[in-house]
């Protein structure tokens, strides 16, 4: 399998410092007072924040200048102790390389000189009133989010028993048809045929509509019947807005010459954005009833989750029983011998 033919690629993610203060001026109280050029020409493009306490001091060899800099009561007291000329190569040690933004937390004052040389080089500079670890923490995560690796994918995401079911396959197999079923049968839609994945740490991926407009989300093309509003027909308890992608389901076309799984001790996976999650390839033939199949491995998985294995378990049952000298030694539960109906 292909797997990358259901995903459309993105390239790396990075946004404008002014999308930042835009969206986060209120929360992290920021007040722009140098480099307000700077605002739509430097981008940032990594969650990771720096204090620059090093380049400061004169050591510059591994400054991160893609990173947003920090600076906190340590770094504006060691500022006061220099003399106006040491202050000012210790400013520029930071700023000539140019970094995204500064920031100065806890409504500190800004050291003399800073707000010349953050204008000369076009590096915005703000003020917050924030506390320095209450401030990187909420960057990170502002910045976590938004700089987050993403990609679209084809296919059908649906919340069964609380597990993020994401169904592919090729187009015109049934996935949205299935991903009907299961509405119907009481689970919950997240997205049909275009969806949009973030990675949100190195072992878990959301996904949910890529639709621009919520008044687009949540719709189901069914070949033959055209676009059902699933809010509509089926109401609130019918729809999430996202959910994390546990199990890729593919529906593949039956065909004699595959061998298809008839066990399951061998767990398949795929990778989406780097995460690894598990893979079930499920033949699709006239009839069979997908969504109940779907069920059925929403809930293998919750048992597998709680470390159960209910091939691997008949598996161990089927070898003990092969390995007895005499199979009639195997203990029968009494109850069946005596039932007389």
């Known amino acids: 399998m292909d797997e990358n033919k259901n995903f459309i690629e993105e390239p790396i993610k990075s946004i404008y410092v002014s999308t930042l203060f835009r969206d986060q001026k209120e929360n992290l109280k920021l007040e722009l007072i140098a480099g307000e050029e700077g605002l739509k020409l430097r981008k940032l493009v990594t969650p990771d924040i720096n204090r620059p306490g090093l380049a400061l001091a004169g050591f510059t060899q591994e400054f991160p200048k893609e990173r947003i800099q920090i600076l906190g009561s340590t770094e504006i007291s060691y500022l006061k102790t220099l003399s106006a000329t040491q202050r000012k190569n210790a400013i520029n040690n930071v700023v000539s390389f140019t970094p995204p933004c500064l920031i100065i937390a806890n409504e500190l004052t800004p050291p003399e000189g800073l707000v010349a040389l953050a204008n000369k080089y076009k590096v915005p500079v703000f003020k917050s009133a924030l506390e320095t670890t209450q401030l990187i923490h909420m960057l990170t995560t502002y910045l976590d989010y938004k700089l987050a690796p993403e990609t679209y994918l084809h296919g059908d995401l649906v919340d069964v028993y609380g597990v993020g079911l994401l169904l592919v396959g090729e187009s015109g197999i049934g996935k949205s048809e299935c991903a009907l079923d299961l509405v119907e049968r009481g689970h919950r839609l997240v997205a049909d045929d275009l969806i949009k994945v973030l990675k949100r740490s190195e072992v878990v991926i959301i996904g949910f509509s890529a639709a621009k407009s919520p008044k687009l989300k949540h719709h189901i093309e069914i070949r033959g019947v055209g676009i059902v509003d699933i809010y509509a027909l089926y109401g609130i308890r019918a729809i999430r807005m996202q959910k994390r992608i546990e199990v890729q389901v593919e529906l593949v076309r039956y065909t004699k010459d595959l061998d298809y799984e008839r066990v399951g001790i061998e767990d398949k996976y795929t990778e989406i ?62 109850w069946i011998d005596y039932d007389i109906e």
């Open 273 to 334: 954005l780097g995460v690894k999650i598990p893979l079930v390839q499920i033949p699709v033939i006239p009839g069979k009833n997908l969504a109940l199949v779907c069920e059925v491995i929403a809930k293998n998985y919750l048992l597998k989750i709680l470390g159960y294995s209910p091939a691997k378990s008949f598996n161990e049952e089927l070898v003990r029983l092969m390995t007895q000298k005499n199979i009639e030694e195997a203990k029968i539960d009494p």
